[in-house]
């Protein structure tokens, strides 16, 4: 068997594993188990999908820390939804611990030379997804609006379907990583209960604020170098066009043509013969000539 499915069926086996600890000592109800094991399912497949994808046929030392990242995310996830009061003695220090491993997978990335796209996503998508369930968690305590922390990121990925300019790369910067990083560290303290409702709810709007700002800096650089819009062509369209008649042109005399009937031969004898009445044209008034020429409109 390649290395390739080692990676991603070596971590859902250990995630049944951590699952399997949870239920046997505070419990994950039914509920848990199956949030859990889904989650560790679609993980694992989409982490073989993209090593196929990036031509890779193993896990980096990096990408197993962070392997290791996502199984505690799933861990976390099966107490929230487990069916009852999430456990914070274990729910805190398992976020703690995802949290801490999050500054040593880039670390080791870079001691490493194993620095991919890939792991980078990988990262990404990991914090995303215990952003939002910490979010969850909080929400009857804290309000609905703590969700925002936990659906931004999804509702920029959303958005960059309608909008194609939002789909561009964004240049490194060190302070969304802080403020990435602040959003977990500040959700796990307000979980906790250690704080009175009023500092959590303060703390967590704090956060919030931090993270429209780090957002919204990225949406205002994507605008502002967005892709010019191709010039379009002109269209050639059809105008009709009045021309007039030469000033020097005379005025044309009324003309008068009469044919009497007494210059012609005469008729042939006949009972059908009849004498040819006089034929009269009078001046007739001609319309002005016109022309049509073809007219490119430029763009507005």
Known sequence: MSTVRNGPLVGLIVQFVLLAGLAGTVGVGVAGW??????????????????????????????RVTLARALLVGGVLALVVGGGPAPVAVLVPL???????????????????????????????????????????????????????GGMRYAFVAAAWPLPWMRGTLPPRYW???????QGVVLAMAASGLLPPAATAALVAGALALLVESFGRDVAW????RPAAPAA?????VEVVPVAAPTAAPALPALDL??????LPAPVAGPSATALPALGVGSTALPLPVAVRIVAHQPA
């Open 34 to 63: 199956l949030a859990g094991l889904a989650y560790a399912g679609v993980l694992c497949g989409l982490l073989r999908r993209g090593l196929r994808a990036a031509g890779a046929d193993r896990l980096g030392p990096a990408d």
């Open 222 to 225: 994507l605008w502002r170098h």
């Open 95 to 149: 976020t703690a611990l995802a949290l801490a491993l999050d500054a040593v997978d880039g670390r080791v990335a870079r001691r490493t030379g194993t620095v991919s796209a890939l792991g980078a996503r990988f990262d990404m998508e990991v914090d995303s997804f215990l952003l939002l369930v910490l979010s969850v968690h909080l929400a009857p305590s804290v309000g609905g609006w703590v969700l925002v922390i």
């Open 176 to 182: 969304r990583k802080v403020v990435a990083a602040a």
């Open 233 to 237: 062509r002109p269209v050639p369209a």
């Open 258 to 263: 009469r044919l009497a009937a007494a210059a």
